[in-house]
């Protein structure tokens, strides 16, 4: 039971650049979420799932597009990577609600650096 | 809205005391409240959460946490530090609809020999 993994660990961009994080889980989790760390501001919802084809915003979703067409994978998207978007990136699963009493698993998250 | 509040954003405790990380919430109704810690490098793991019942919630590592509706507090402590326990550790709460966990800033916890 791998759990929650993430794709890439590391990522520099080039300012315009795309590219896709990845997020797959194996605990057969309805609710998926991605979140941004930055120093001081704690974890912050980017976008969230609760289920296939079901998505919707969090707190900062302004340049990420994310989509979820299987259980498992939950991709997030960059689609002109500006510097601002230089952040620690974490995927999460749980089995319900993320806001309710279920348990969130955390990815060890990737680190984007974008020049 | 719902907000999070850890006034520490660091604290240094020596190996074998006591330790106590506050955090303060912000919410209408009783929360969905939660610990999490991050080692360095790492995601972040679930320490305890509380959403109903005795409002001393035990949870793994050897953590508690008190839930304190009066004072809108959810403080999470530790008998005897340990040095593995340098970390950061981050309070959160349920957003009620049940969609979203906000998180706070975090505490930076080092620990002296």
């Known amino acids: 039971n791998a759990g929650v993994t993430q794709t890439p660990k590391f990522q520099v961009l080039k300012t315009g650049q795309s590219m896709t994080l990845q997020c797959a889980q194996d605990?057969?989790?309805?609710?998926m979420s991605w979140y941004r760390q930055d120093p001081g501001m704690g974890l912050r919802l980017i976008h969230y799932?609760?289920?296939?084809?079901?998505?919707d915003q969090g707190e900062v979703p302004n340049g990420y597009n994310v989509s979820r067409s299987t259980t498992e994978d939950f991709p997030l998207r960059l689609l002109s990577a500006a510097p601002s978007q230089t952040s620690v990136y974490f995927c999460?699963?749980?089995?319900?609600?993320?806001?309710?009493?279920?348990?969130?698993?955390f990815g060890p998250g990737t680190r984007l650096t974008v020049l | 809205a719902q907000s999070v509040t850890q006034p520490d954003i660091h604290i240094t405790v020596s190996e074998g005391a006591s330790l106590e990380l506050r955090c303060n919430y912000s919410?209408?109704?009783?929360?969905?409240l939660f610990w999490y810690v991050q080692s360095p490098g790492q995601g972040l793991q679930l320490l305890l959460k509380?959403?109903?019942?005795?409002?001393l919630v035990q949870g793994i590592k050897g953590f508690e946490a008190e839930f304190k509706r009066s004072q809108s507090s959810f403080n999470l402590r530790k008998p005897s530090v340990h040095w593995s326990d340098a970390a950061e550790y981050f309070c959160?709460?349920?957003?009620?609809?049940?969609?979203?966990?906000?998180f706070g800033a975090g505490t930076r916890l080092f620990v002296k020999a």
């Open positions: 959160a709460v349920g957003d009620g609809g049940g969609f979203k966990t906000i």
């Open positions: 919410y209408g109704a009783t929360p969905y």
């Open positions: 999460a699963s749980s089995r319900g609600l993320a806001g309710s009493t279920d348990t969130q698993y």
């Open positions: 605990m057969n989790h309805e609710y």
């Open positions: 509380y959403f109903s019942g005795d409002t």
């Open positions: 799932s609760v289920g296939a084809g079901i998505t």
